[in-house]
T-cell receptor
Framework: GESVGLHLPTLSVQEGDNSIINCAYSNSASDYFIWYKQESGKGPQFIIDIRSNMDKRQGQRVTVLLNKTVKHLSLQIAATQPGDSAVYFCAESSNNNDMRFGAGTRLTVKP | ETGVTQTPRHLVMGMTNKKSLKCEQHLGHNAMYWYKQSAKKPLELMFVYNFKEQTENNSVPSRFSPECPNSSHLFLHLHTLQPEDSALYLC?????????????FGAGTRLSVL
């Protein structure tokens, strides 16, 4: 069946470096994507979203890139800080149906 | 604070116990959700309520029983659970309409079934 998944389960970066977290999806009808951040002891928190009519969207220190051709989504975090350490989830939906989540990538920022 | 509050934060129960999880949202949202989060697995959607009406039951065993008395409150009643039901249970709410999929999550209830 259709699924949402991630290339890497863990990512370790140096403080100040840029981070790139990847997500692959298989549903060609997916038209809406969200990135969530989940810190230890907390629930997932919305970071940024993108619709399928866009290739790129920028927020504060974060950028989401969408490549519909290869069904790939990425989250770029600029100048990664210790507070960015968390698990990051991508989620997708199609035709305004309920979101489907990936398993998550754990980002660790080394001082 | 996300505007979604879950209680209790931690719960230990035996397989013969009956307990309830509570979720309250102060965001004026119309939709509420229960998810199960197990280690290294994607979030599993359990139940969806829109305007207090259950619109989705994702093949959840009957030992989990949701209740939504109003748009601000959501309960998950638990009885005769199994050890494999141990997980983090997350509640979320969303506005509905075009923004229905931006969900706001509570911190979850960490459940351990002995």
């Amino acid at each position: 069946g259709e699924s949402v998944g991630l290339h890497l389960p863990t990512l370790s970066v140096q403080e100040g470096d840029n981070s790139i977290i990847n997500c692959a999806y298989s549903n060609s009808a997916s038209d809406y994507f969200i990135w969530y951040k989940q810190e230890s002891g907390k629930g997932p928190q919305f970071i940024i979203d993108i619709r399928s009519n866009m290739d790129k969207r920028q927020g504060q220190r974060v950028t989401v890139l969408l490549n519909k051709t290869v069904k790939h989504l990425s989250l770029q975090i600029a100048a990664t800080q210790p507070g960015d350490s968390a698990v990051y989830f991508c989620a997708e939906s199609s035709n305004n149906n309920d979101m489907r989540f990936g398993a998550g990538t754990r980002l660790t920022v080394k001082p | 604070e996300t505007g979604v509050t879950q209680t209790p934060r931690h719960l230990v129960m035996g397989m013969t116990n009956k307990k309830s999880l509570k979720c309250e949202q102060h965001l004026g949202h119309n939709a509420m959700y229960w998810y199960k989060q197990s280690a290294k697995k994607p979030l599993e959607l359990m139940f969806v309520y829109n305007f207090k009406e259950q619109t989705e039951n994702n093949s959840v065993p009957s030992r989990f029983s949701p209740e939504c008395p109003n748009s601000s409150h959501l309960f998950l009643h638990l009885h005769t659970l199994q050890p494999e039901d141990s997980a983090l249970y997350l509640c979320a709410s969303s506005p509905g309409g075009p923004a229905k999929n931006i969900q706001y999550f509570g911190a979850g209830t960490r459940l351990s079934v002995l």
